[in-house]
């Protein structure tokens, strides 16, 4: 592992595509990307209860001199603009109003640009990005400058070579450390220290209450500040799962066919971007869970269903508005914001409640 705070070379990206824009006459070459078509007037709405929204008209929607690939993660900082995260290495991030009006880019470097988390250090915010590509976790300033890298943690043994290593998400604590989720390397949850010292590893592939298959993304319970939890995602087993924070495991919840990519709270309630279908028949939507740890709304998802074993029933999709539903913002106004994996290059969707 090494920690250090100069900018990280530049990398060509293989993503990167001009296509040729034939309307023009003089035959140019300019970026093109597809746009999404704007929800028609009288959008429908999706959930259920007391979790249902519409979606907003063209949010975010942008020019081809800002484009995007895979948009892998969102965070709303204190000021309340919406930061996305994508792969596209021509602007890394992308900063938006609540409106979604474009606010500024950075970052060229970061090809395999992942898993997308804001910290508070005393007042201060900062970001954890990892790259699965670069097999490393970058922690940055707002504005793109990086005051951390970390490489493979070779010293927790559990890694030959840099490239086995592809992490996927970072989880701050509340004492400043924090966990990396080497969600499509080892899925180990790997500790650190807030200095980036590696303490410990936990979790991995298996069969194992304490096993995690593909632990892609997660986040801490914070409902409890007494007893703080980490919940992460077991997304190969449809699962969630909870641990202490030292590591130990506490429970599994079970989200038939459905394919969990991250977990976001927002008050009691728990927001989870599915990515698709474990059956294989069709994308994602979003799934709202209380206090409790029930589904009380699958927002684009048929309305949850529980046996007479209290057991709860698979999930299924019903609305093609999502296509691979993979991070997501719950801002003030419980508004929520989507950014999507494969997508054909389409901006994030943003839901009002209503």
């Known amino acids: ?36 078509a704007a929800p028609a007037a009288g959008p429908e709405v999706l959930g259920q209860g007391a979790y249902r929204y519409r979606a907003v008209p063209g949010w ?97 043994g559990a890694f030959a070579r840099a490239e086995q290593y592809k992490p996927t998400d970072v989880i701050p604590a509340p004492n400043g450390d924090f966990y990396v989720l080497d969600g499509y390397g080892t899925s180990l949850i790997l500790h650190y220290t807030a200095a980036g010292e590696f ?47 030292d590591g130990q495991y506490v429970e599994s919840i079970f989200l038939p066919n459905s394919l969990p990519c991250n977990v976001v709270f927002k008050g009691d309630a728990i927001y989870i971007p599915q990515l698709r279908m474990k059956d294989g028949k069709s994308t994602g939507f979003l799934t709202v869970m209380d206090f409790h740890n029930r589904v009380v709304s699958n ?8 046996g007479p074993d209290g057991a709860l029933q698979p999930l299924e999709r019903t609305s093609p508005l999502f296509t691979h539903p993979h991070g997501i913002v719950v801002d003030e106004e419980e508004s929520i914001y989507v950014a999507q994996w494969n997508s054909g290059q389409t901006y994030p969707i943003k839901l009002a409640r209503v």
């Open 1 to 36: 592992m090494s920690k250090h705070s100069s900018s990280p070379s530049s990398f060509s990206s293989s993503r990167r595509s001009f296509l040729k824009n034939t309307a023009l006459a003089a035959g140019a070459c300019l970026l093109h990307r597809p746009l999404r």
């Open 60 to 156: 975010g929607v942008l020019d081809g001199h800002t484009p995007v690939n895979d948009c892998h993660g969102m965070v709303e900082d204190k000021r309340g603009r919406i930061l996305l995260l994508t792969n596209e290495s021509r602007n890394n991030v992308i900063i938006y109003d609540k409106s979604g009006r474009l606010l500024g880019t950075w970052g060229h470097d970061f090809p395999g640009a992942h898993g997308f988390k804001l910290v508070n250090e005393n007042g201060e915010e900062m970001l954890f990005i990892t790259d699965y590509d670069r097999h490393q976790v970058f922690k940055t300033t707002l504005d793109g400058r990086i005051l951390m890298t970390l490489d493979a943690p070779f010293e927790s």
């Open 199 to 245: 303490k410990k590893a936990f979790g991995g592939r298996g069969k194992g209450e304490g096993n995690v298959n593909e632990v892609h993304g997660g986040t801490i319970d914070p409902r409890d500040p007494a007893n703080p939890t980490l919940l992460v995602t077991s997304r190969q087993d449809c699962m969630l799962k909870r641990f202490t924070l």
């Open 299 to 306: 927002p684009g998802g048929a309305p949850p269903a529980y």
